[in-house]
Structure formats: C-alpha cells, structure tokens
C-alpha cells in the first residue's frame, strides 16, 4: 500500500482562487469528486449518447426499409452513420465500462475512493465536453461524414472542406485525455489501494478486466492521437502527412488507426466480461469457474489485441505474407475467448440458478457474443473478408460484439447493480418483459444483416436497388429496431420509476460474493465504515460462509489488524473542486478554437488552462474527517 | 421462465428457416453464388467454417439449455451448492478442443490465401492474360487496356476463360473492386499500385456480373457501381475490333465527310453534343477529344448500363434505353444524387426534350452504326 490513505493533517489552507465548495446542492454535482457520483454521471451520459446513437441509427435503418428511399440524402446519410458509429462508439458504450468501473472498483477492492479524486472528475468532464463539442457539429454546418475510422484521404481539406471532419478529429482528441487520465487513475488505484489480504489473486474478475482493458487504454491511445494530431495539422497548417499529390500514404492512417482500433473493440468489450463474470456466479451461487484461467485468458486477449490490427485491413494489398500472419494472430484469439465461454458455462454447471433479469441478460450476452465471436473468426480469414468485409457481414459481426455483446453485458450489469448504487430495485416482472424486447430486438436487426452483406450490399451505402434481394433483409433489421426501442423505452420508464417507487433494496438483495455488498446501498459518501479484508476472490460471501474460508485464523486476524491501523484517525473524505471542470471546459472551448483557426481564443484557452492547473494544484486539501460508528 | 424463453427462441428460428426458404441466394450480386474459381474456393471456405461454427454454437447453446433447465434453483431449497472453483484437466481438456477447432479453420484458410491472393510478378504475366488499368473516381470506374488501346468507362469486358489482371488506382479517395460472383475486393488507394487478378473458367457462364464500390467514397458512393461482361472469344473479338476500327480523331474529320449518315436526329445529337459541352469532359474515340479524368463514352451504345451501372441498358430493348437515357441527360442528381455531371437544360427550356432525345439518339448509335442504319425510320426514327 504505497499511497497513503491518510493525506498529511489539514490545515495548510493556501489562499485559493475559489473556496473549495462543499455545498450538496444541485451544483455539487460539477463540483464532486466522489468516484460513485462520477460513475452515476458516466453511466447517464452513457445513456443520454446512447439515445442519440440510437435515434441516428433508426433514421438510418429507415431510410434503409426500402430500396430507393430519400429520407436521407447521401451527404446527409454519411453523417448519419459516421456520427452514430462515434457516438455508440466513444461516448456511449465506452464511457458506460469506464462509469461501472469508476463506481465499483473503489468498492470492489475496498477502498474509499480513486487514487487521484479530482482528476477523475476531470477525466469525466473532459469525455462529456468532447462528447458534446462532437454533438454540436450537427448545428454547425453537418456532422462529419467520412466514417468511425475516417479514413484518409477522405478527410483532407480539399475532399473534405467543411467543418464535419474538424469536429471529428479535435473530439476525440479532448475525449482522448479524459480517457487516458483516468486509466491511470484506475491502475494507480488497483495496484495501490486494494484492502488488505486482497492480493492480485485474490481481486474481484470485475477489478481484473478493468486493470487490463485500462492498460489497453494507455496502449492504444497514443497511435490514434498521434493520427488525430497529424490530420488536424494537415488541416489547420497545411503539413502533408496524409496529402497523396506530396507523397502522404493513406494507409498510415488505417494503420495507425487501427493499432489503437482493434484494442479499442476489448476495450470496450472486456469490462463487458468482467460484469458478466459477476453477475454469472451470484446467481448460480457459485464461484466462478476457472478464475486464474479467466484473469489469464483476458491478459493474453488483451496483450493479443495489439498484434491483429491489420485484419481490418487485409483486402488493402498487404499481401499474402501479411494477410497469413495477421490472420494467425487474430485466430488465436478465439482460444482464449473461447476458454472464458467454457467457463461460463462450466460456473452454471451445477449451480442453482435464479432467472434475474440480470442473468437473463448475462445468458442472452453468451449466446449472443459466441455468435458475434464465430462471425469474427470466419472474417479472420482473408479469403472470406475479401468478400466479406465492408459488407453488411461486418456490419453485422461488430455488432453483435458491440451492441449484442457489450450492451447486453452494461444492460445486465445495470439490473444487478442499481439496487446497490440506488438502493432502489428495478422491476423484475418488466425487467423479464424488457429483456426479451431488447435481446430480441438485437438479434432481429443484426441477423438478418449477415444475409444482405453476403448478397453484395457494401456497408456505408445510402441506398440499395430493388432487384438485388436485399428488401426482405433489409425490412426485417429496421422492423427490430422499433422492438428494440420499446424496450429501451420501456427500461427508461422503468428506470425513472424505480428511482421514486422501486422496492427498498437493502444491502445485499441478491446474495452476492463481492465486498460491494457488505455495505449500504445507496454506499455511504466514504464507501466502507470499516476497512474490509480480503481472505479470497469473492471476500464478501466468505464473511457470509465462513465455513468455507480456509484462511488460517492468524492471517485473518493480522489483516484485521491492518484494517484497523488504516482507519483509526477516522476516514478523510475528499472534498469537492470547481477546477477539474473549469479546466475541461476552457477545452471545450478550446476545441472551437482549433476547429475554426482563432488562435487569439486558442491561446486565452490554453492560459485559462494552465492557470486553472496551478489553482488546482493549490487550493488545499479541503474535504473533512468522519468518524463512522465503531471507529476512533 | 427458461421454457417460455425457450420456446420463443425455437420459435423464432423456425421462422427464420421458413425466411430462408423463401429467400433465394443467388440473386445478381450475391456473394454465395459463386462463378469462378476464386470465389469458388472463398465460398467453400465460408461452407466449411459455417458448419464448424455451427456446431460451436450449437454446443455453447445445447450445453447452455441444458444447465439452465437441470440446474435451475427450486423453491424452496436453500441448500448451497458445492463451490467448485474449477477442475485443471477439463480446463485444459477445452482449450485444448478450441485450439484443435482453430487449426481445423485455419489450415484450408492458409491453403486458400496462397491460392488467391498472391501478387502476380510482371515476368510472370503472359501474353494470354488481360491486363487492363483500372482508375477509381468519384463515383465511377475507367478501364484502360494497354494492350489493346481501349479506353471505356464501368463496364469491363474479358474473354472466359483467360486470367484477367487488374492495376489498381484512385484518382481522389479510396474505393474499392468487388464483383462478388467473380472476385473478392481490392482497395484502390491514392498512391498505391495494388494489384488485383482473377480468372475464369469453362464453368463460367457468359453474361453480365454486377459490380460495385465497397469502400466509403462519399457522395454517391451507393451508385458507383460497374458491370463485368465475359465474353466468348468471338464476342470479345467484335468488342475490340469495335474500338480498334474507329479512325482517330484527325483522320476521323476528314472522313466524316464520306461518312453516309442519313438519320437526321443522330446528326442533330451528334452536333449538339458539341455545342451543350458535352465533348469539353466525355472523349468519344474519332469525334471528341474529352478529358481524361471523365467518363469515356467511346461505342456507348453497346453498354448495359448507365451512370456507373445505376439505370439498366438492356441490349434488347432499345425503347427502355433511351427512356433511361434521357432520364439521366434531363436530371443526372434525381438518378445518382451529388454526381457530377451537369444539369444542362433548366426545368422549362422548350427545346429540352427535342435536344435531349437527339443527344439519347446519337448516343445510342455509337458502336450500333450498322443496325441504326437498318432502323432508320423505326423505333429511333421520331
């Protein structure tokens, strides 16, 4: 435990800019640092982008009902689906793993906050306004149009005058820093600050997806960014990286691209798995299968996950070398995926399992995702991707992975974890109703998708002609996305409902293993009275089952005492700070200033920045001590 | 709760067999119809792996079923079940098993990559192949036969039975070849000399194959489509002999005066296409010299498509070719939205129609000059 988890004493109040706040009104939640608000703020702007990423995609799929239609324009349709792809990309799906981790980590390891409170609060400030500066792009002159991947040259000047494309690359270079900053908050968390008798063998598999997907993160970021960075010079200062009248190749960019790319889709999917892999033994009333095999299998999927990225690219004239080795690699993955499958499985053998909404999900997420994963292994195969890829078979396969996997996953992981976060339950009854709305839905728009990719429609595609067999298919995928939509409506409904009238949930409604559990729901503002101790994987059902915990009483009683060293000046309870937002919103602003070349802005911004880091840097250690019942 | 899941899914998968019995799968584009070794061999490949991956789905799944219903928690009983925490020799047992599903997948896999995939070496290229250069623009194709001195625009014709080698280039963005029933894709990149072959064999039916752009290129990116034609030798023979026989554009002016032309419209069209512009951008080999960088219109009469493959040109239905024509010509954004071919006549020009349909006329004879002789007074005659 390098860091303490005592600051020095209070008291060396520097004079700062502003007081640091400790209101708790409605403007308390700018101002917090606490990691559960922050998780709460991820996974409703998770769920506000979502909403977008899903009312684009239903303009989408009508224009797509019948062949011919002109509900979109082409130009119109390409923003439409290159905004989509970002959103459910960037500011919906990935931003949900990260509010599940920056909630349940802390709780999980039984520690009371993340290592660095305000930078996760800026972290979160940063991803919401490079969320919304990307949002504003449609009332600016038209979303970008080039793609998810955007890939060059389409996105240079003289192809790609208007704004569109600015919008794209200075977004998701501002989401880029939040992302990175709180992926080293998280790993400084899980290395430092995990309860005493928690070795790294003993984490929760949530707690181990998190670590590996936020070292993919520190990984993969920095090719993308470097690729944002170069295209925002061609665009603003006339370089020629990626001009191909100078000698820029455009393939750097699908390189670059997908060296950050292809980790992105684990980043987004092995939270995923980690939730799944909670929710599983609970309600099969068992431990999971296999854990050292599972913590494994996601290290390898991840390390492996840097060594594929190629695939996206194998009909771009690699050669057959290339293709044959890039294609090895990504086969391999399905070995170890393949193993955290069998172990799923192998955890309900044998149980006794309980038919959740939660575990609904966490079934339809494995049949779904095997699915997606056997798509990914066919496309794994040159010779079929050179029919297949850029075809609605794609399409199909990344979502399944996607939206039938990891949504599904976020999805189940919401029903088992808002009575803890709330202390409110959803309904189970409607819960049954939405998950077979939603799941069903998925599958009636994706599966049909295979079929029209294999019959000749290119994805990205504004409109197809009658007479190619493509309506049926076509029809049926836009007929599931209203299923689903109800579904996701009737959630919302549900959702806002059980927050007033939801049964009280208690601490532990579902007779769950993880330290999470131990304490109240909605958890107290310093999470833990106590200082729990860890004497195995799931730390809280052997406090419950002490007859199956094998730790030596001598052990047990030295992690106790180590507990109680941690919590005996009281627990310090971090205060709040305006600076983390301030400083992400003079990026906000920024970004305009990059996106439309005035620099006077820029530079004001940048001192604003600069100036808002130092306040920061000083303003105090604020926050306050409280002295739970039973502590000293 | 499991049966009535259950049911429903077994439901609807009966449905969905009953779906794909009514959908048939070699439609024109279909990837799954394959007509040529290649495809052949990238079809066989998908066959061999979609019954592997259906028996892993099927396995995942029935052990799934399984559990779910011999391991359901009853009422009532509160008992905790045995906390295995895992069992090494089955672990090792099941990836094991993964392990010898991947090198069932892979090993045709990378016999089928050499097969296809390989670069052609320019001293492996013989004097029987068809070499053509292949120039993506927004949105349309050029096809260039150095061999043979042809210049023409979205359709591709090749003799059955030779291997064709395509050089591919992009004059903007990126794009992309892909005729599925006779090749996979290969991006066109800016930059880039890639290289694309395919043959075909005596299995091959003569006839049209459509073709599109798989790789997003803005704009009207859905409407860059092409068409492939195999061609018996004799038919191929015509075609370049078609394009070989026209005199080049000097010779070509000093003969049109022996030229017996006697269809008025066409000589109307023919003029008109120079003075409405139309000559400054589309080369037509011995009277327009054109740009390069715009579509060739060189023998556009035999063509079985317009505007990069969008509307039909049916060969055996003059009437419906020049009813597509002049749709076109009137308003080329309603039939291929953002391209950009001018609109040349505005909504209330009295002489469009007339104009237009000389334009469509004289169009409609290049490369048909003997039967537009014949049909003088016929179908093109009012």
């Not at chain 1, 052990?555 to 992400?584: N, Y």
């Not at chain 1, 602003?589 to 911004?605: E, K």
């Not at chain 2, 599903?101 to 068809?130: C, M, N, W, Y």
């Not at chain 2, 000093?254 to 109307?268: F, H, K, R, T």
Request: proline residues 6%.
């Amino acid at each position: 435990m390098a860091i303490s988890r005592r600051p020095a004493a209070a008291g060396s109040n520097l004079p700062g800019l502003l007081n640091r706040p400790t209101g708790s009104g409605l403007l308390s939640w700018f101002t917090t640092i606490d990691h559960k608000r922050l998780g709460i703020l991820y996974v409703l702007s998770g769920f506000f982008f979502l909403a977008v990423g899903t009312i684009e995609s239903s303009l989408i799929r009508l224009q797509l009902i019948a062949p011919n239609m002109k509900l979109l324009s082409p130009d119109l349709y390409n923003q439409m689906f290159t905004a989509h792809g970002v959103t459910m990309v960037f500011l919906a799906i990935m931003p949900m793993g990260i509010g599940f981790a920056n909630y349940l980590v802390p709780l999980q390891i039984g520690a009371r906050d993340l290592a660095f409170p305000r930078l996760n609060a800026f972290g979160y400030w940063v991803y919401l306004f490079g969320g919304l500066l990307f949002l504003t792009s449609w009332f600016l002159g038209g979303a970008p149009d080039v793609g998810w991947f955007a890939y060059s040259p389409l996105t240079s000047l003289s192809n790609n005058p208007g704004h569109g494309t600015d919008f794209y690359m200075v977004a998701l270079f501002i989401g880029g820093i939040g992302t990175l900053v709180t992926a080293m908050n998280i790993i400084v968390t899980i290395v430092n600050m995990r309860a005493p008798g928690m070795t790294f063998m003993r984490m929760p598999i949530f707690v181990w997806m998190v670590f590996v997907t936020m070292f993919l993160v520190i990984f993969a970021f920095p090719p993308l960014t470097i690729a944002l960075f170069q295209v925002i010079m061609d665009r603003s200062f006339g370089t020629h990286f990626y001009d191909p009248a100078f000698g820029g190749l455009p393939i750097l960019w699908q390189h670059l691209f997908w060296i950050f790319g292809h980790p992105e889709v684990y980043i987004i999917v092995l939270p995923a798995f980690g939730a799944i892999s909670e929710i599983i033994p609970t309600f099969s009333r068992k431990p999971l299968f296999g854990y050292p095999v599972m913590v494994l299998s996601g290290i390898f999927i991840g390390f492996m996950g840097f060594a594929v990225w190629a695939h996206h690219m194998f009909t771009t004239g690699l050669g057959a070398i290339a293709n044959t080795a890039f294609s090895l690699t990504t086969v391999i993955i399905g070995i170890p995926t393949g193993a955290k499958i069998f172990n799923w499985l192998a955890t309900m053998v044998g149980g006794k399992i309980r038919f959740t909404t939660a575990m609904l999900f966490a079934i339809a997420f494995l049949i779904t995702f095997t699915m997606g994963g056997v798509t990914g292994i066919m496309l794994a195969l040159p010779p079929f991707t050179a029919q297949a890829t850029d075809s609605y078979f794609v399409v199909a396969h990344f979502h399944y992975v996607m939206g039938g996997g990891a949504l599904l996953a976020f999805f189940g992981g919401i029903y088992y974890w808002f009575p803890k976060v709330t202390g409110k339950m959803l309904s189970e009854s409607l819960g049954k109703i939405i998950f077979f709305l939603v799941a069903g839905g998925l599958h009636l728009i994706f599966l049909p998708q295979h079929f029209a990719g294999l019959l000749g429609m290119p994805r990205r595609t504004q409109t197809y002609f009658a007479g190619y067999g493509l309506e049926i298919w076509n029809s049926l995928s836009t007929i599931g996305v209203f299923v689903a939509i109800i579904g996701a409506l009737l959630f919302a409904f549900d959702f806002f409902r059980s927050l007033k009238n939801g049964k009280p949930a208690g601490n532990d409604p579902w007779d769950a293993r993880t330290l999470e559990w131990s304490i109240s729901s909605p958890p107290p503002v310093h999470d833990f009275d106590h200082t729990p101790i860890s004497t195995g994987v799931d730390a809280f059902w052997l406090s419950k089952h002490p007859e199956f915990d094998h730790t030596d009483e001598a052990e047990r009683e030295e992690l106790k005492k180590l507990a109680a060293e941690i919590d005996d000046h009281g627990i310090h309870v971090p205060g709040q700070s305006w600076w983390p937002f301030i400083s992400a919103a003079m990026m906000f602003v920024g970004g305009y200033a990059v996106i439309y070349h005035n620099w006077t802005l820029g530079v004001i911004c940048l001192l604003m920045i600069v100036m808002s880091t130092f306040a920061w840097a000083f303003e105090g250690i604020g926050g306050k001590h409280v002295h739970p019942e039973g502590s000293h | 709760m499991p049966n009535r899941r259950w049911f429903r899914l077994i439901g609807l998968s009966i449905l969905f067999i009953l779906l794909l019995g009514g959908c048939s799968f070699d439609t024109i584009q279909s990837a799954l119809d394959p007509q040529a070794p290649i495809p052949r061999a990238q079809h066989d490949l998908l066959i061999w792996v979609s019954w592997l991956s259906l028996i892993v789905i099927l396995g995942v799944g029935g052990v799934l079923f399984v559990s779910l219903i011999r391991f359901r928690a009853k009422a009532n009983d509160d008992r905790i079940p045995t906390q295995s925490h895992g069992n090494t020799a089955l672990e090792i047992g099941l990836i094991a098993l993964a392990t010898v599903i991947t090198i069932l997948v892979v090993v045709p896999s990378v016999r089928t990559i050499f097969k296809t995939e390989g670069r052609i070496q320019a001293e492996d290229i013989t004097a029987d192949d068809i070499i053509v250069n292949v120039t993506g623009y927004q949105w349309w194709w050029a096809f260039d036969y150095p061999d043979l001195g042809i210049t023409t625009a979205n359709e591709l014709h090749i003799p059955k039975g030779k291997r064709v080698i395509l050089n591919l280039a992009s004059a903007d963005v990126l794009h992309s070849f892909w005729v599925p029933k006779l090749s996979g894709k290969r991006d066109l990149i800016p930059n880039q000399d890639n290289q694309l072959w395919f043959v075909t064999d005596e299995n091959t039916p003569e006839g049209v194959y459509y073709g599109q752009c798989a790789e997003l290129c803005l704009g009207a990116h859905a409407y860059m489509r092409f068409r492939v034609i195999v061609d018996s030798e004799a038919d191929f023979a015509t075609w370049i002999d078609k394009f070989q026989s026209i005199a080049p554009l000097q010779a070509s002016t000093q003969a049109s005066v022996q030229l017996v032309q006697v269809d008025p419209q066409i000589e109307q069209g023919k003029l008109l296409f120079k003075q409405k512009g139309c000559g400054a951008c589309h080369a037509i080999k011995g009277y327009s010299g054109g740009a390069p960088d715009k579509p060739n219109l060189t023998n556009f009469g035999l063509r079985n498509s317009l505007a990069a493959g969008v509307l039909e040109m049916p060969a055996d239905d003059l009437e419906l070719k020049k009813e597509h024509l002049m749709r076109w010509l009137r308003d080329p954004q309603e039939v291929k939205p953002t391209n950009r071919m001018p609109t040349l006549w505005a909504q209330d020009d009295p002489k469009a129609d007339e104009e237009i349909a000389a334009i469509a006329a004289y169009l409609l004879s290049l490369g048909n000059e003997a039967e537009t002789q014949a049909s003088v007074g016929g179908n093109y005659g009012n």
